[in-house]
């Protein structure tokens, strides 16, 4: 720090702020506090003195000798001394946007405001040599150096850019047991994790996005490197979901604890509520109190629904309105999924009993029950399936197509074949034909019959049995089969007669599930006698298999489909002897064409016997599957 003192007499430079304030007090002098401009800042002359100069401030510059003031909006007073802190020029008044040129010899240059121009002392000084600053004015010199001015300053700030962008911070918050994907815009070369034990990431295939799995409460950081250079850290909390909102990622040495502002603000909502009277003790809210109302208590369930993790209730329940409560919580927790879960006085104590659909909404209804309910017990029952039986819904149902085509000639009237004694001879045999033709005016008529899009219900069985149990239907006929076999020591042939079942044989083993699913193997089997495959009088049979597991919820249903039988018949009717003349007797015949396309839809659901009054009406589901699938279908003459 430098100063530029001036009084009547003399105006020197001083390099001791505070030794020359005094004196400069006691002699009446004018302290003018200049800024040195030295090292790096020193080559940037003309780009640090772009502002605006206090009466008692400047700038002091060593060994510079050209200077601007492009940009500047104001003019500035500069003086210049020689190497031994002397006067060498009086002070010259520089205008904005202006080139100047320090004294040949000068070694400082301040600049000082404008009005010290007019000082008195620099009006009446006399100096040995009278060096003065040369001002250029040039267009050409002005567009120079205001090019240089934007270029400096338009690299400054790309390298503010640069920097941002090579190394960036993020902070974020992760929930214990919830996985989050980070789309990061660019795929990562590489990435750090500082303790793999509180969170691991994977890459999401080929893509840009990544997954943060969290694994245990705790603070860790991810570095992400990419191909181009650049590199990201991120500042990962992990912690449970009711403590998580209330972070300064900023401090991030916080203690894992909920946050006293959340717990303040869920005590100050309980105490709007009449009766209630709220406590915090051990991180948690005591709910104190007695309720009257019923429209209070569902105050008090909004209010702890969001965090049932922080309250802890012993308040007490008007008997007028304790049914009502009941009533609503299970509402409420079948809202939550289990819908066959009771909340039961028994003496004052309140039981939570029933059947859960599985452990994870089990345990979301208790922890709802027991934020709300004082004195509850959890009496539920878990389902392990080794003795539940299980009803099994099954409905078979054909659909399909059948198209029929008669096409030739026919003779209104003559239905029957005709009958009797043909002569060969000429004259006969065209009287004959006249004869018979003459029984109506002849036609010729082109029958296309087409009948398509039927559906018929084959069975609707229902069968109960045990989990791990096999259960076993047969929607057919069975077909006895005759088998001769002869001994060596008998000649006779012993004969046996067994039994083939046919039709539709169903067999299916329900197993449950400790998340309250059914496991079901499926084996069905649909056959049919054909006469093609028959040999020797032993029936042959055309057989159609399938086997397969299937996992269904309560009341949920699968649809299990594709097994499709086509039968194609032709029959020909025909006028003897006219239809085997070469060419025309074509149109002496009439052919038949049918074919039958039917596909089997079986329907299966399943259920526990305690829930079999909440069976699904898979009837109307299957009649509103078959009446889209008929109106699907088509026929035409060219098929």
């Known amino acids: 720090m430098a100063v530029l003192y001036i009084n009547k007499s003399k105006a020197k430079i001083g390099f001791f702020n505070f030794l020359y304030k005094k004196i400069s007090q006691l002699e009446n002098e004018s302290a003018i506090d200049l800024v040195v401009i030295r090292g790096m ?11 605006n100069l206090s009466y008692n401030s400047g700038i002091l510059y060593k060994n510079k000798k050209i200077f601007h003031t492009f940009g500047m909006n104001f003019s500035i007073c500069v003086v210049s001394f020689d190497k031994k802190k002397k006067l060498m020029s009086k002070p010259c008044l520089i205008l904005p946007n202006s080139i100047f040129i320090a004294p040949r010899g000068s070694c400082y240059v301040a600049e000082i405001h404008e009005s010290h121009c007019k000082n008195e002392f620099f009006l009446n000084v006399q100096l040995k040599k009278n060096a003065s600053f040369s001002i250029i004015k040039s267009k050409l010199l002005s567009i120079v150096f205001k090019m240089r001015f934007l270029i400096s300053l338009l690299s400054m700030i790309l390298l503010v850019l640069i920097a941002n962008s090579s190394f960036a911070s993020e902070n974020l918050k992760l929930i214990t047991g919830k996985e989050k994907i980070v789309d990061l815009g660019s795929a990562p070369q590489s990435i750090i994790i500082s303790d793999p034990e509180y969170l691991q990431v994977q890459r999401i295939g080929l893509t840009n996005s990544v997954k943060f799995i969290p694994q245990r409460e705790g603070k860790v950081d991810v570095q992400i490197l990419y191909p181009d250079g650049v590199q990201s850290v991120w500042h990962i909390v992990i912690a449970k979901e009711f403590e998580i909102y209330d972070y300064d990622l900023d401090n991030f040495d916080i203690a894992l604890q909920p946050s006293a502002n959340s717990l303040h603000h869920f005590y100050t909502s309980l105490k709007k509520i009449s009766g209630i009277v709220p406590q915090i003790k051990g991180g948690k809210i005591i709910i104190l109190g007695r309720i009257k109302l019923f429209s209070d208590f569902r105050k008090l369930v909004n209010i702890v629904a969001p965090r049932p993790q922080l309250f802890f209730p012993l308040y007490t329940i008007s008997q007028d309105i304790e049914p009502l409560i009941l009533k609503s919580i299970e509402n409420d927790i079948k809202l939550l999924g289990d819908k066959h879960i009771k909340i039961i006085n028994r003496g004052g104590l309140y039981c939570f009993t029933g059947i859960s659909n599985s452990m994870t909404s089990k345990n979301r209804s208790w922890q709802y029950v027991s934020a709300l309910l004082p004195n509850v017990v959890n009496a539920i029952q878990d389902t392990t399936g080794a003795s539940e039986s299980v009803q099994i819904n099954l409905h078979f149902l054909e659909v399909g197509k059948l198209n029929r085509i008669e096409a030739g000639l026919q003779q209104p009237g003559m239905r029957n074949p005709v009958k009797g004694t043909l002569n060969f001879s000429p004259s006969t045999l065209a009287s004959s034909v006249h004869s018979t033709f003459q029984i109506a005016p002849m036609e010729m008529l082109l029958k296309a019959i087409q009948q398509r899009s039927f559906s018929r219900n084959i069975a609707q069985p229902v069968v109960i ?3 791990g149990e096999k259960a076993t239907f047969l929607a057919g006929g069975e ?10 020591t008998n000649t006779n042939q012993n004969t046996t007669v067994t039994y083939k079942p046919f039709g539709i044989l169903f067999n299916v083993t329900p197993l449950l599930q400790n998340d309250g699913s059914i496991w079901l193997k499926l084996e069905l089997e649909v056959s049919d006698v054909s006469e093609y495959l028959s040999f020797q009088n032993v029936p042959g049979f055309v057989s159609r298999k399938i086997n397969t597991n299937i996992i269904l919820k309560d009341n949920n249903y699968a649809l299990l489909s594709g097994l499709v039988q086509s039968k194609n018949s032709k029959n020909v009717d025909r006028s003897p002897i006219l239809s085997n003349i ?3 007797g074509e149109i002496f015949k009439s052919r038949r064409f049918k074919d039958d ?7 299966v659901s399943a259920m526990r016997s305690d829930q079999q009054n909440d069976d699904i009406d898979i009837k109307k589901f299957i009649e509103k599957k078959a009446f889209h699938y008929q109106n699907l279908l088509t026929g035409s003459l060219l098929d």
């Open 582 to 584: 070469p060419i025309i």
């Open 597 to 603: 396309d039917s596909e089997l839809w079986i329907a």
């Open 465 to 467: 049995t045990r989990s």
């Open 479 to 488: 077909v006895p089969i005759v088998a001769a076999a002869s001994t060596t």
């Open 41 to 51: 800042a020193a080559a940037q002359v003309g780009l640090l003195n772009h502002t």
